[in-house]
Nanobody, 124 residues
Framework: QLQASGGGLVQPGGSHVLSCAAS????????IYWFRQAPGKERERILC????????YYRDSVKGRFTISRDNAKNTVYLQMNNLKPEDTAVYYC???????????????????WGRGTQVTVSS
């Protein structure tokens, strides 16, 4: 089970952190993905953290601004978002993989569970 939290209203250029807390499985062995869905758009995969803590990015728009970290002792993954832009406004979801690595092909990502989304709004 996953639970995303931390959404809110952020000013453009600001920073914000989302959390994804996990329970019921061996957290340290699996990859965790973050997706987001903006109004009127499809859900998109943005980045992933593997069991070793390495980040894989799927959107150039977040490179250099977003990073994922994990605290295995707390069974929690964090999405650090910096220099936020209005186009980052979306509902953010974390997703559990049954793999230890981050797949380039979504078809092989092994997504087996979703956290409830959390809304991030970037606006002045």
């Amino acid at each position: 089970q996953l639970q995303a939290s931390g959404g809110g209203l952020v000013q453009p250029g600001g920073s914000h952190v989302l959390s994804c807390a996990a329970s019921g499985f061996t957290f340290e062995d699996v990859a965790i993905y973050w997706f987001r869905q903006a109004p009127g758009k499809e859900r998109e995969r943005i980045l992933c953290i593997n069991r070793n803590g390495d980040n894989t990015y799927y959107r150039d728009s977040v490179k250099g601004r977003f990073t994922i970290s994990r605290d295995n002792a707390k069974n929690t993954v964090y999405l650090q978002m910096n220099n936020l832009k209005p186009e980052d406004t979306a509902v953010y979801y974390c997703a559990l993989s049954d793999r230890s690595y981050c797949s380039l092909n979504l078809k092989y990502a092994g997504i087996v569970g979703w956290g409830r989304g959390t809304q991030v709004t970037v606006s002045s």
